[in-house]
């Protein structure tokens, strides 16, 4: 049976493809600058990570020619973009309520005083007023889906401020 490639998997290889190949220094540059703080940016991760996916034989690595140093180059093995389109289509991981920071921090509201509570939320749904500054893409549809994920971020935490004003608190609520 194969393997399913993970979140971290599916999008280092997904920017290989994009790029038709880049080094393993490009693909950590492009985690680093990512609007999303779970990708992690670092060599610790990325290296080891084009390690596998070479490993497993979803991405060939080839000297760099053009450079005299011993970098090397990636690029998606026919078996990788194979992977890559079934993670792309996988709807039920993709609907997966997966790692989000601010839900998992909701989740555990009930142990905050009221008063601080109701503090983070103000806070938070100030940040998500403001808004991120939108990713740098060439890509035209990087930069609308960002600002519509923002929207709807924003209003999912309004409408947990709203039921939790409504709503008696059981634990934690001191």
Do not use: N
């Not at 290889?13 to 880049?22: K, P, T």
């Not at 997966?98 to 601080?116: N, V």
């Amino acid at each position: 049976m194969k393997r399913r490639l993970t979140e971290l998997e599916g999008a280092a290889l997904a920017q290989v493809v994009r790029a038709g190949a880049c080094t393993p220094y490009a693909i950590k540059e492009t985690f680093r600058t990512s609007p999303s703080r779970f990708w992690s940016g670092s060599a610790g991760a990325v290296y080891p990570l084009v390690r596998r996916l070479v490993a497993r034989g979803l991405l060939v690595a080839r000297p760099d020619l053009r450079d005299r140093r011993a970098r090397r180059v990636v690029s998606a093995t026919p078996a990788g973009r194979a992977a890559l389109q079934s993670w792309l289509v996988d709807a039920e991981r993709a609907a997966d309520f997966g790692f989000d920071p601010l839900r998992t921090r909701l989740f555990y509201s009930e142990l905050l005083p009221p008063r601080r509570l109701k503090a983070f939320l103000a806070e938070t749904a100030g940040l998500l007023a403001i808004g991120s500054p939108a990713p740098r893409s060439d890509l035209a549809h990087v930069v609308p889906l960002h600002a519509a994920w923002a929207r709807l971020r924003a209003k999912a935490l309004a409408e947990f401020a709203e039921q939790v004003e409504k709503k008696p608190r059981r634990r934690g609520s001191r």
